[in-house]
């Protein structure tokens, strides 16, 4: 619990220095409120088992910016081309991560993924619109899934 | 402000405005609702994540640069919440994807 | 400054008014509300641009809310991913609209 409040407390500070763009004139304000994210963030998500490791944090950020690269580059040059390959399809994935934040970043993320962008989700079954249907878009979500997994100390069955 | 980072900073900037305008090309190409939200996604976010980084460059304290580079996964958020509901909206509508044989 | 914030704004601001002019064409209502996401992306890109051109940091405070509040309307769309097994109910604004 203290752990939690410790940890909290430094990321929330950090914001705070980040946001005044370090300037300490209002640091009596940014204690304030800094004591009450920490008691909102408490209230709102309850510290809970599992491992956060920053191994993993930095995997993820490297996977996504490299992909929404790769996604933005594939979509300028299609965009570009004097003839758009573009060839769309549905495609129906059963998502292997449990509901809660691993999901939700999960098709929060496939958006800026090359090709796909989530159409709806029903229960385990995410619908995807690819961009064009020779990309194989099933194995990158399913990599997006490893990494989003780990990053929630989980495996994807 | 080193000259090389002044050079860095021009060349973000400029392939921000570059994946702009694709987005923008692609949104007034492409044949329907879901295919142009692919390019605004993808191409007009990036363009914003090079234009933030190449800000960051330039800003005079690290604090500052933090800052600029906090408003991308905000914006990120935004357009993932806005874009799955764009989706599921017209997929709610009905709203068939166009497909290649259709076209033809 | 290198002198390619101000160019570059107004070529974003540009890019911004076909694009605006494009999705208010339509022709479905779901092509309407990509205006909404043009604002994210396009308009907290030229507040910054502008802030670095002779603006003044504050701007950057406002392309920041900006992009907070845009955020929240990532909110709809978490409830969907937390929640499992449950069957759309009634009233939900994915039922089919005639």
Not at chain 3, 28 to 56: C, E, I, K, P
Request: glycine residues 10%.
């Amino acid at each position: 619990m203290l752990n939690t409040v410790l940890r909290r407390g430094a990321g929330f500070a950090f914001l705070w220095w980040v946001l005044a763009e370090g300037s300490t004139v209002a640091w009596g304000l940014g204690a304030v409120a800094v004591a009450a994210c920490v008691a909102a963030s408490l209230r709102l998500l309850p510290p809970r088992q599992g491992t956060f490791s920053l191994a993993a944090l930095i995997a993820f950020v490297a996977f996504f910016l490299w992909q929404s690269m790769r996604g933005g580059l594939q979509v300028a040059a299609m965009a570009l081309s004097p003839r758009p390959g573009l060839s769309p399809c549905m495609l129906d994935y059963p998502v292997a991560l449990p509901p809660g934040p691993p999901r939700l970043l999960l098709v929060a993320s496939l958006g800026l993924m090359p090709g796909t962008v989530g159409v709806r989700l029903d229960d385990d079954r995410l619908r995807l619109h690819v961009l064009d249907a020779r990309l194989p878009a099933a194995a990158e979500a399913k990599a997006l899934e490893a990494v989003i997994a780990r990053l929630f100390g989980r495996r994807t069955a | 402000m080193p000259p090389w980072l002044e050079y860095a900073s021009g060349t973000l900037l400029v392939a921000g405005a570059f994946f702009y305008f694709a987005g923008t090309v692609g949104l007034l190409r492409f044949p329907d609702v879901y295919t142009r939200l692919h390019a605004l996604a993808k191409a007009d976010n990036l363009g914003l994540g090079c234009v933030l980084a190449g800000l960051a460059l330039q800003a005079e304290t690290l604090a500052a640069a933090l800052k600029l580079l906090l408003v991308w996964p905000l914006a990120l958020a935004a357009s993932a919440g806005v874009g799955y509901a764009i989706a599921r909206r017209a997929d709610a509508l009905g709203i068939a994807p166009w497909t290649r044989d259709k076209s033809k | 400054m290198t002198g390619l914030e101000l160019p570059v704004a107004l070529f974003l601001l540009a890019n911004l008014a076909a694009a605006l002019l494009r999705a208010a064409r339509g022709p479905t209502a779901a092509d309407r509300m990509l205006a909404a996401l043009l604002f994210g992306s396009t308009g907290v890109g030229v507040l910054a641009l502008l802030a670095h051109a002779g603006g003044g940091t504050p701007l950057i405070d406002v392309a920041l809310t900006l992009a907070l509040l845009a955020a929240i309307t990532g909110v709809a769309f978490a409830r969907r991913a937390w929640r499992a097994g449950q069957p759309p109910t009634k009233g939900d604004d994915d039922a089919p609209v005639a």
